[in-house]
């Protein structure tokens, strides 16, 4: 399958609505361009030097550009204001950097927080319990608004557990939602990837980030 034929078919499964990010890290600037020519509302990277490069050839013309990996502090001027969305702000810090660096530029730079819903102490993400102090400091920033936000859930034998994770997330979107903290919208809940977000969909993602699906599988041997 083409990945034009790729996003047609995911496209078709997802309820109007439901945002495709093509999450392109490992593929390049011709694979990228294609999925955003078959529609794809942006594409995600992961890696800043990945991004730089991409965006330099130009392959993210006609798509939004979202952040969604592990960012690294020394890397935040390099994705403020070049990115639609940074994804993945986990961190008092992170949200200090990205508030001066998009004050400097004079713009306001949207961003999620992601959660480490299932408490893994390898991966990244604020717990369910740091939350809402993320929440209150990003409050008063003038410079970037939270627009919702975004997991990363441990590996799942079973579409029900990762559909346990999905629905725990969802609820502290409605919750967060409810409270209407200034500055904070819950617009976006981003989860699910390849594997399972048809089960992320049915438990209220309204954002997916696809790559394997899409790209077909990442040739990490070639990549070395
Ligand atoms: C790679 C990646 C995805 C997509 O993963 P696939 O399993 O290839 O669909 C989604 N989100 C993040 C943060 C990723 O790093």
């Known amino acids: ?29 011709e694979a990228v361009r294609e999925a955003v020519a078959a529609g794809v509302d942006a594409c995600g990277e992961n890696r800043v030097q990945e991004l730089v490069e991409k965006n330099a050839a130009g392959a993210y013309a006609g798509a939004k550009l979202h952040f969604i ?88 034998s079973s579409g029900d557990e990762a559909r346990r994770y999905f629905s725990a997330m969802y609820k502290l979107y409605v919750d967060i939602g409810q409270k209407k903290y200034d500055n904070i919208c819950m617009d976006f809940l981003s989860m699910g990837m390849s594997a399972d977000y048809r089960e992320a969909v049915l438990e209220g993602a309204n954002m997916v980030r696809v790559g394997t699906a899409i790209f077909g599988a990442r040739d990490y041997a070639r990549a070395q």
């Open 69 to 156: 990996g592990h960012l690294q502090r020394n890397k935040v001027r390099q994705v403020v204001g070049v990115c639609d969305l940074i994804q993945s702000v986990d961190s008092l810090e992170l949200l200090t950097l990205i508030e001066k660096r998009a004050a400097a530029l004079g713009i306001r730079q949207d961003v999620l927080l992601e959660v480490n819903i299932g408490g893994e102490a390898a991966k990244s993400g604020v717990a369910p319990e740091g939350l809402e102090t993320l929440l209150l400091a990003a409050s008063p920033l003038e410079h970037l608004r939270v627009r919702g936000l975004m997991t990363v859930p441990p590996v799942c």
């Open 1 to 29: 399958m083409s990945i034009a034929e790729n996003v047609k078919r995911i496209r078709a499964e997802l309820p109007a609505g439901v945002l495709l990010v093509a999450a392109s890290k490992m593929n390049g600037p």
